[in-house]
């Protein structure tokens, strides 16, 4: 064979070098036309593996709480008042989609996570039960590629059998692809999720077996390569606040929790190598999660849910980051840090739920898969706007038209369903009737002793036919029905809108009281499980809770200056029997039927002493109906609630009564003459109207406008007086809670609202700190269906405003 020379290789080398410059040509120009790939991804993706460096947009949103439809904000424009529609699953579905391309543009990998309450009770979720249906909430979410859900409470509102049911709705040609996870549940109990459980617990998506219910997964992102664990928890109150049955949770308390999540974490971390931690939860407050990351090792970014709270990035226009008319407040900065063990600053974020936002934060990673950077231009809660004449007439500019899809498979049937339940008459009524969050969980509401007469009402229609007495001396019978079974689907007040007289319709029922309760007897319930149940009762007090009572067949007095365990003062029949007396049960008093519903009666919301009483008997009659059937039928209110029955009056009829020790007597001193006043002339009368307000009162000491129970102290007996145009006043006086009611008024010029400050406290203004001083101007387009809630915040003098 003849040797070749160098100059005879020459033209092999040319040749090879042209071929090699054209392949690499092909490669850029094949990656120049990936889909989002640009040389981000490629210095990102290559050189370091799936654990090592790169940039993750993860995305985020929690308590969904079946409001698929879009919601409205009152929008005050200076010359009138605009109902803006926000929210709405279908314009959130578009806006992911949008996050999620922009991500990939840049060469992002992304992660989706759904922080927990998928669906809520409701007049929704009832149009979704029928059999005919699916469930909307599914349909919905399973058009968004989530890569988590994280079980949260409401999950298990219709027992482990619906939730069952809406996994396998997820099902696409025959297959569930989203996990759902939580590292504290163990579903072995419940045998109708064995083909859908995890055998080792850690899921791998993508998912192809169709095992979807785990404690962790690890997600591997398609486009980048990159590798991510994301861990999940639940709260551990769940027995006590939905209905897991035979779903167990495997911990008691914030420690515990912490424990499970870091063996996970650990489980992720050694035995698959991966190093980019994700915790995503559902714990109800995201004070539990900084304060469950303050207690484990090795979580690169957190997700918090449960407790919809409102976080900003002070960097972005707030016309970029808040929805106009927003009415929550901003609770923190997004993302929070909190340091965990080792000194390393983990970032921490979530939103307010119904689909009005998408939370979205950017990261860095290096080499060893540790975050070296939030990228804080991009890394704020997104507003979900849908295209409307409304937001045209506003001049936003970040609009989005609705997925076309979810249009077709969820609004447009879900209205049809809503506008049949919404035209069904159930009566009419003469007074505004309140279901909100504060009055029905922490004193006296008309709606809730109207909901407990109606459990009576059943009582006294089905007795004789379930073989039980009737009422009477020799058989006690009472009700009561907690506050966390009075929902605000429907606002916080009924008719919706605020205008008596109106309807209230079958919808409007359903959303108040939209879960699978069904109104139960328990019999022999004695004087000792009586003084139980009230303590209970009244243990959040002066905050709300759900376990707070709404009765009806007796008063019941508090005192909530004494300890937890010894704050009720009496229980007396509506017949004068006296049960509780100065703290005591009395000697002789009678046992005594309870009437309530099955969450309750089953021990929910911590009633053991109901829960460990076996003789009952479940009517075949859910709570909604008997409230329903109350208001329609003669014999109960025949149609129509009359502004003048004393049962159903603004704040009740004094069923529920709260008392404070009485002060140490002062000297009385030697009346002095004094010079008679000049007459002033008579003040005008306030005008009238059906305005309302509400005003809260309390020591913020944490300085964040945020009311928490237990760290915030309300301050009772203070003068709040509303001011108008006029020059006429109301003036009234906070209850032991803080709270103080005005209605019956005009809000159409605006009013003035100010409290007198206790001695001692200052008022915090705005210049120390986000919030309100001793005054506070209420403009009319602040009024809300003619309703506003505001806080006076205080601090004692001489401490200093601050987080």
């Known amino acids: 064979m003849r040797q070749r020379t160098a100059n005879s290789r020459v033209p092999i080398l040319r040749f090879a070098l042209v071929v090699g410059l054209l392949v690499l040509a092909l490669l850029a120009i094949s990656l120049a036309n990936l889909p989002y790939s640009n040389l981000d991804w490629v210095a990102y993706s290559q050189p370091y593996g799936p654990d090592g460096a790169g940039v993750l947009t993860l995305l985020h949103n929690n308590d969904g709480e079946s409001s698929l439809l879009p919601l409205t904000n009152s929008v005050a424009t200076g010359t009138e008042t605009i109902s803006l529609p926000v929210?709405?699953?279908?314009?959130?579905?578009?806006?992911?989609?949008?996050?999620?391309?922009?991500?990939?543009?840049?060469?992002?990998?992304?992660?989706?996570?759904?922080?927990?309450?998928?669906?809520?009770?409701?007049?929704?979720?009832?149009?979704?039960?029928?059999?005919?249906?699916?469930?909307?909430?599914?349909v919905a979410q399973r058009q968004i590629p989530y890569d988590a859900h994280i079980l949260g409470n409401h999950e298990f509102d219709y027992f482990p059998d619906f939730l069952e049911e809406f996994i396998r709705a997820f099902s696409t040609d025959g297959l569930v692809t989203q996990p759902?996870?939580?590292?504290?549940?163990?579903?072995?109990?419940?045998?109708?999720?064995?083909?859908?459980?995890?055998?080792?617990?850690?899921?791998?998506?993508?998912?192809?077996?169709?095992?979807?219910?785990?404690?962790?997964?690890?997600?591997?992102?398609?486009?980048?390569?990159?590798?991510?664990?994301?861990?999940?928890?639940?709260?551990?109150?769940?027995?006590?606040?939905?209905?897991?049955?035979?779903?167990?949770?495997?911990?008691?308390?914030?420690?515990t929790t912490a424990a499970a999540v870091q063996a996970e974490i650990d489980r992720l971390y050694d035995d698959y190598g991966v190093r980019k931690i994700i915790f995503v939860s559902h714990l109800q407050d995201i004070d539990n999660d900084q304060a469950l990351i303050g207690m484990v090792r090795k979580v690169d970014v957190a997700v918090a849910g449960g407790g919809s709270e409102l976080l900003e990035n002070p960097a972005i226009p707030d016309d970029m980051e808040l929805l106009p008319g927003e009415r929550?407040?901003?609770?923190?900065?997004?993302?929070?840090?909190?340091?965990?063990?080792?000194?390393?600053?983990?970032?921490?974020?979530?939103?307010?739920?119904?689909?009005?936002?998408?939370?979205?934060?950017?990261?860095?990673?290096?080499?060893?898969?540790?975050?070296?950077?939030?990228?804080?231009?991009?890394?704020?809660?997104?507003?979900?706007?849908?295209?409307?004449?409304?937001?045209?007439?506003?001049?936003?500019?970040?609009?989005?038209?609705?997925?076309?899809?979810?249009?077709?498979?969820?609004?447009?049937?879900?209205?049809?369903?809503?506008?049949?339940?919404?035209?069904?008459?159930?009566?009419?009524?003469?007074?505004?009737?309140?279901?909100?969050?504060?009055?029905?969980?922490?004193?006296?509401?008309?709606?809730?002793?109207?909901?407990?007469?109606?459990?009576?009402?059943?009582?006294?229609?089905?007795?004789?036919?379930?073989g039980l007495p009737p009422r009477g001396a020799d058989n006690p019978v009472i009700a009561v029905t907690n506050g966390g079974g009075i929902r605000q689907n429907a606002g916080d007040v009924l008719p919706v809108g605020?205008?008596?007289?109106?309807?209230?319709?079958?919808?409007?029922?359903?959303?108040?009281?939209?879960?699978?309760?069904?109104?139960?007897?328990?019999?022999?319930?004695?004087?000792?499980?009586?003084?139980?149940?009230?303590?209970?009762?009244?243990?959040?007090?002066?905050g709300s809770g759900g376990q707070f009572l709404q009765v009806s067949g007796l008063t019941v007095t508090y005192n909530v200056s004494r300890s937890v365990g010894s704050r009720v003062v009496s229980v007396v029949l509506s017949d004068g029997t006296p049960i509780i007396q100065d703290g005591a049960v009395v000697e002789g008093a009678p046992n005594v039927r309870v009437v309530t519903n099955s969450f309750v009666a089953r021990g929910g919301d911590g009633y053991e002493s109901f829960g460990n009483n076996p003789d009952?008997?479940?009517?075949?009659?859910?709570?909604?109906?008997?409230?329903?059937?109350?208001?329609?039928?003669?014999?109960?209110?025949?149609?129509?609630?009359?502004?003048?029955?004393?049962?159903?009056?603004?704040?009740?009829?004094?069923?529920?009564?709260?008392?404070?020790?009485?002060?140490?007597?002062?000297?009385t001193p030697t009346p002095t003459a004094t010079p008679q006043p000049t007459a002033t002339p008579t003040p005008p009368p306030p005008p009238a109207g059906t305005g309302s307000l509400t005003a809260r009162v309390y020591i913020d000491h944490r300085c964040d406008s945020f009311f928490q129970h237990g760290v915030d102290i309300p301050i009772g007996n203070v003068s709040v007086t509303l001011t108008f145009p006029n020059g006429a006043t109301i003036t009234r006086q906070t209850r032991p809670f803080g709270l103080v009611n005005f209605s019956g008024f005009d809000p159409s010029g605006g009013v003035t609202v100010s409290a007198e400050l206790p001695r001692g406290y200052k008022g915090i203004s705005l210049d120390s700190c986000p919030g309100s001083s001793a005054s506070i101007d209420v403009s009319p387009g602040e009024f809300q269906f003619r309703y506003k809630f505001v806080q006076f915040r205080l601090m004692p003098l001489g401490e200093e405003a601050g987080p």
């Open 616 to 667: 009952q008997l479940q009517l075949g009659l859910s709570y909604e109906q008997a409230w329903r059937e109350y208001m329609e039928l003669e014999g109960g209110l025949g149609g129509l609630i009359r502004a003048d029955d004393p049962r159903y009056q603004p704040g009740g009829e004094g069923r529920i009564v709260f008392v404070r020790e009485a002060p140490t007597p002062t000297p």
């Open 87 to 138: 929210g709405g699953v279908a314009a959130f579905k578009t806006l992911t989609d949008q996050n999620i391309a922009e991500a990939r543009a840049a060469g992002h990998a992304v992660i989706d996570v759904y922080a927990g309450d998928a669906f809520l009770a409701s007049a929704t979720l009832v149009c979704g039960q029928d059999p005919a249906q699916p469930i909307y909430d599914a």
């Open 498 to 542: 605020g205008v008596v007289p109106g309807d209230i319709t079958r919808k409007n029922t359903l959303d108040v009281l939209p879960f699978p309760n069904f109104v139960t007897v328990i019999n022999n319930v004695t004087p000792d499980d009586l003084k139980t149940v009230f303590e209970r009762s009244a243990e959040s007090l002066p």
């Open 328 to 466: 929550a407040p901003v609770q923190g900065t997004y993302p929070l840090t909190v340091t965990d063990p080792d000194g390393r600053s983990v970032p921490i974020v979530t939103t307010t739920g119904n689909y009005k936002y998408l939370g979205r934060l950017d990261v860095e990673f290096d080499d060893a898969g540790e975050v070296t950077r939030v990228i804080t231009e991009t890394s704020y809660p997104r507003r979900v706007i849908p295209d409307s004449p409304e937001a045209d007439a506003l001049g936003l500019t970040d609009t989005v038209t609705p997925d076309s899809d979810i249009v077709t498979t969820v609004n447009e049937p879900l209205e049809a369903c809503l506008e049949s339940l919404a035209t069904t008459k159930v009566a009419t009524t003469e007074v505004l009737l309140d279901v909100s969050r504060a009055g029905v969980r922490s004193t006296e509401s008309n709606a809730g002793n109207m909901i407990a007469d109606s459990f009576i009402f059943a009582y006294d229609r089905f007795a004789a036919d379930l």
């Open 180 to 255: 759902f996870l939580s590292a504290n549940l163990d579903f072995s109990g419940e045998p109708g999720f064995a083909d859908l459980i995890d055998a080792d617990g850690v899921i791998n998506v993508p998912i192809t077996d169709g095992r979807v219910i785990g404690h962790s997964a690890i997600v591997t992102d398609t486009v980048t390569g990159q590798r991510f664990g994301i861990v999940s928890a639940t709260t551990w109150t769940l027995p006590t606040i939905s209905s897991p049955r035979n779903v167990r949770v495997t911990t008691s308390d914030l420690e």
